[in-house]
């Protein structure tokens, strides 16, 4: 039983435009079908677009290619009977409940009574009875986040986008948000008849939907698609359900290296000078590869178990391994985490030989750093301000992942002592304090 | 606490003067001379006003206080409207923006102060009796007081509105009359209400300075306790002066109590940031109006009736536009536009330079420019002094809550009240023991001003962290070194935000209190300010033009490479998050 799609995008693009006058693409070549009864998941990690595909889908903002069909007509502007609910709760804090569910009713011109009776009604049904009168800052993050469904279903849509809506929760309130919206929609209490729903959680992503959209970063694109045959209510301990997050991180860890093939065999991480580096803090690198050279695991983990026992998500957990495997100190496959010789002389060492360590791998395998200090070098006055850098990686990267990366780079520099920054006179030196 | 907004625009613009500023510095000259040129030549047929206007009789203050009052509302009423049309095309507009942002930041640096006999005769051309005209050009005064920074403030509210805030309503589709008022109009109230209090306090000096001009000779006397105050300067009336003061207090003090109160009470429940961690600012206007039952029947109907505007603006369900306009198009508009803003300006330049080549010699020029430079010098030691005195005290009071709690509103109060009601004391005075005016009527500059600092200072010192200060006492610092360390980085902000506004203040201020009087005798400072009060006395509209143009180029460039760059650094390098 095959039924009709209920929304259809055909190799969307998206790009902005680089100050020389290229294009970025923030997504490329995406092919997604929603049909009736579903619910979808876009996972990925923070970067592959799948935020900026759901706005593209609610009509926020216009593809650079491609086409999104909704119910057969393609899409221009704001569709009526799509609904969104954001990370954010973006609830208007002046709104009291019942004015922040009426809105979107009052936007469509109904009459007062009508209004008031299919707000009261929505707000029945997502449990918040009692809280009408109340404003968005006297509620919890819970009660806010049900007032952003309240106030999406209210409008009866045929499409729920959701955006992360659980991420700003803590871990039991989110899971209650989840429980009790999979049992509305299981048993068919909901106005809607498909969903879209980004998220980061891997988890969340096999417990809640139908189908599994991996992204994978620069450019965002689908790599895989993962089927969920399972009944609702899932169990989490099912053995099917972990085997299902296994294989998403097998999924999620596999698809890192974008098509470009390396210049240089030897560069697997592609740390080359337009590589975009997370802003991952010493520290947390430090915490890693020790945790992964202790007991139990020593010298090798499980992404999904150190993600679980570390109470990290991917989004956190990520780009703290993908780092460590730019600076090679470890290597990331299949869903396993391994150190290598040099991370376990790592985790042994003391702060010096750390910092040693640190800058040898810093300067050998990231060329923005390597390429920071040769200039720094060269230069007579062994200083150069931060937009000789900046301007540099922004014919590669958006202005906010220059800034990023070079944030990034110095956070390092300091800790491996190669280069010191002032950022009140925005200048790299080699002078550091002593 | 109160919330600390810089008075000038210290945005992202990292230029120090670029293109638009010079577009829009010659726009603002373009329209101070077309105003001044077409008052001279409607001031021949100008009816001589009557001149017993206001009688010194306490009893007619009651009626005075209203008048002025009044003025100031309809004043207060033009600049929201100017608020809410100016500011949201600029925000709305790509190409308006260009424009129109430059303008405001110039316009606000204008001393309209000096300008108000030009606007008067302009006014009194334009109404047919001669009260009416005098009566806009005054509304009109205050109105150039208050306008700029409310514009600004909104502006600014418009382009920082959640984004998801807009696409929750773009995703429902909110049509954009509706989504004015209900998503942007709220969520810019708390910032707007905060600035048309520092509008208020800015008009209640102007509108006692614009209620009795001498335009070349002649006075237009407007009633009002402004002119009640002229007339008791001419008579010198010590006693009626105190009358004077007694009202103009009261006056601020209901209007407090009346409207400001309510206004940021109400303007409360739109605070878009979480909990302050502060009581809710309360107001027993407010609370009675929002649970008297009377109040409510009567505004229902309004509701709904405001409530179907929105339905009807939302009526035609306009189909989407295919906005795919061609590139091309959007470009060769924008070049029309430029060309058409450029060829506006260089009318501009044409006129002002034939204005200028007319009836300014090059040596006036450098007499004006001397003159700016001695006001200055003036500013700037006092803003010193005031700030030796009051950053210390602010500092003291701040970080005593119990003392605060008074201490503020009163420091509020102060910057709200017209300095120029005390004037005829200091003048008195310094008329009494024959002082030397160069000196002496300075600090009158800074009288009504000053308060400005005070108060950004205790909004500083009580926003220090108590974790800091524990780990001061904790490390025992003590005397300068606790000053130099925590104090002073703690406060520098704040302290830099009152000081700009006590700046400007100062600069405007000095049109009145480098030239004062007290019956017959007159003393005259040396400065900017006595050279445009003394051309408008005399009605030379050269000079008043010149003086003011001067003064906007002095101010405009403090603030471009004085102010701006160190609020830039307080706010990198001392703002605690």
């Known amino acids: 039983m095959v039924a009709a799609p209920l929304l259809e995008v055909q190799s969307i693009r998206k790009s902005f435009s680089k100050p020389d006058g290229g294009e970025l693409f923030v997504l490329d070549d995406i092919n997604l079908t929603l049909r009736e009864g579903e619910i979808v998941g876009l996972l990925g990690r923070s970067g592959s677009g799948k935020s900026t595909l759901l706005r593209l889908i609610a009509g926020l903002s216009r593809p650079a290619g491609g086409s999104i069909t909704y119910l057969g007509r393609p899409l221009e502007g704001p569709p009526p009977g ?33 209004t008031r009776r299919r707000a009261i009604a929505a707000i029945d049904m997502i449990g918040l009875d009692g809280f009408e009168s109340a404003y968005p800052r006297e509620l919890s993050g819970g009660m806010r986040q049900r007032v952003g469904f309240a106030r999406a279903l209210v409008v009866h849509p045929n499409i729920l986008l959701m955006d992360e809506p659980f991420s700003a929760l803590d871990v039991l309130t989110a899971e209650t948000l989840r429980t009790d919206f999979l049992e509305l929609w299981s048993r068919g209490k909901l106005p809607i008849k498909g969903v879209i729903l980004v998220t980061h959680n891997i988890e969340e992503a096999v417990l809640m939907c139908d189908r599994v959209l991996v992204f994978a970063t620069n450019p965002g694109r689908i790599v895989s ?52 580096l997370p802003r991952v803090s010493s520290n947390l690198l430090s915490g890693l590869l020790e945790t992964i050279a202790a007991p139990p695991y020593g010298g090798q983990a499980d992404l999904p178990v150190i993600a679980a026992s570390l109470n990290m998500e991917i989004d956190d957990l990520f780009p703290v391994a993908e780092t460590l495997q730019m600076l090679r100190f470890v290597e990331v496959a299949g869903g396993d985490i391994r150190l290598n010789p040099e991370g376990r002389r790592f985790a042994e060492a003391d702060t010096d030989e750390r910092k040693r360590l640190f800058a040898h791998h810093l300067l050998t395998y990231i060329a923005l750093a390597a390429h920071i200090r040769r200039v720094l070098d060269e230069r007579p006055s062994h200083q150069a301000p931060w937009s000789r850098f900046a301007d540099e990686l922004e014919d590669h990267m ?14 390092w520099g300091r800790y491996a002592e190669i280069f010191a920054y002032d950022d009140h006179t925005q200048i790299f030196s080699l002078e550091n304090p002593s | 606490m109160t919330r600390v907004v810089p008075p000038v625009a210290v945005g992202a613009r990292r230029s120090i003067l670029s293109f638009w500023d010079l577009v829009a510095c010659l726009l603002v000259l373009g329209a101070l001379v077309f105003l001044a040129e077409t008052g001279r030549e409607l001031l021949q047929p100008l009816p001589k006003p009557g001149m017993n206007a206001v009688t010194l009789d306490p009893s007619m203050l009651p009626e005075y206080a209203a008048r002025t009052t009044l003025r100031m509302l309809a004043a207060m009423v033009l600049s929201i409207l100017f608020t809410f049309t100016y500011a949201t095309w600029a925000a709305k507009s790509r190409r308006a923006e260009v424009v129109l942002l430059p303008l405001l930041d110039i316009l606000q640096s204008v001393p309209i102060l000096g300008f108000i006999s030009v606007t008067v005769v302009f006014f009194m051309s334009l109404a047919p009796g001669v009260m009416l005209g005098a009566e806009l050009a005054a509304v009109f005064a205050i109105f150039t007081s208050q306008a700029w920074n409310m514009a600004f403030s909104f502006y600014q509210s418009l382009r920082t509105i959640p984004e998801e805030l807009t696409e929750v309503a773009r995703s429902f589709r909110i049509n954009p009359w509706m989504r004015f008022w209900r998503i942007e109009v709220p969520f810019a109230m708390p910032a707007l209400v905060w600035n048309m209090m520092m509008s208020m306090s800015g008009g209640w000096f102007f509108v006692v300075a614009s209620e009795a001009i001498s335009v070349g000779g002649t006075t237009v006397t407007l009633p009002g306790i402004g002119s009640y105050i002229a007339l008791a300067i001419e008579r010198r009336d010590l006693g009626a002066i105190c009358w004077a003061i007694a009202a103009m207090l009261l006056v601020i003090l209901t209007y407090d109590q009346l409207l400001f109160r309510p206004l940021v009470a109400w303007a409360d429940r739109f605070r878009f940031e979480r909990e302050t961690g502060l009581p809710p600012p309360r107001s027993w206007v407010l609370t009675m109006l929002t649970r008297s039952r009377l109040i409510a029947e009567a505004t229902a109907p309004l509701v709904v009736a405001w409530r179907w505007t929105y339905r009807v ?37 044409w006129k002002v330079a034939q204005f200028v080549s007319t009836g300014v010699s090059s040596a006036e020029v450098g007499r004006a420019f001397l003159c700016g430079l001695a006001t200055m010098a003036r500013v700037f030691v006092l803003l010193a002094i005031a700030s030796l005195i009051w950053v210390p005290i602010g500092v003291w009071i701040g970080l005593r809550p119990g003392v605060a709690r008074v201490a503020q509103p009163a420091a509020q109060f102060m910057a709200a009240f017209p300095a120029n009601l005390f004037f005829p004391f200091a003048v008195s005075t310094i008329v009494a023991f024959r002082l030397d005016p160069n000196i002496w009527l300075s600090p009158l500059m800074i009288l009504g001003t000053q308060w400005y600092i005070l108060f950004n200072v205790i909004a500083g010192a009580s926003s220090i962290p108590s974790e800091l200060r524990d780990i001061a006492k904790n490390l025992r610092l003590r005397g300068w070194l606790w000053w130099r360390r925590i104090a ?47 051309a408008t006395e005399k009605g030379d509209i050269h000079r008043i033009v010149l003086g003011v143009a001067v003064m906007s180029l002095f101010v405009v460039v403090l603030n471009r490479l004085f102010w701006r760059p160190l609020y830039r650094h307080a706010e990198r390098k001392f703002r605690l998050a």
């Open chain 1, 225 to 276: 698609e993962i089927k969920v045959d399972l009944t609702h209510p899932r169990d989490r301990l099912d053995p099917r359900f972990r085997d299902l997050v296994e294989r998403t991180y097998v999924e999620l860890t596999a698809t890192r290296t974008p098509e470009r093939p390396a210049a240089r065999p030897e560069r697997i991480a592609g740390a080359g000078i337009g590589t975009i």
């Open chain 2, 488 to 534: 002073l980085p703690a406060v520098f902000p704040f302290y830099v935000t009152g000081a700009i506004t006590a700046s400007g203040g100062s600069w405007n201020a000095s049109i009145v209190a480098e030239v004062v009087s007290w019956g017959r005798d007159r003393l005259q400072a040396y400065g900017l300010g006595a050279y445009i009060a003394d």
């Open chain 2, 313 to 349: 603006a939302s009526r035609p369900p306009k189909r989407a536009k295919t906005t795919t306009t061609d590139e091309r198009t959007v470009h060769a508009i924008d070049r029309l536009w430029h060309t058409a803003v450029i060829a506006v300006a260089a009318f501009a330049l």
């Open chain 1, 82 to 114: 799509i609904a969104m609910v954001f990370q954010s709760f973006a609830l208007f804090p002046w709104l009291t409940v019942l004015e922040n569910v009426e809105l979107g009713l009052e936007a469509l011109g109904l009459p007062r009574e009508e």
């Open chain 1, 398 to 411: 958006s202005p906010e992942a220059a800034e990023q990366t070079l944030r990034a780079v110095i956070s």
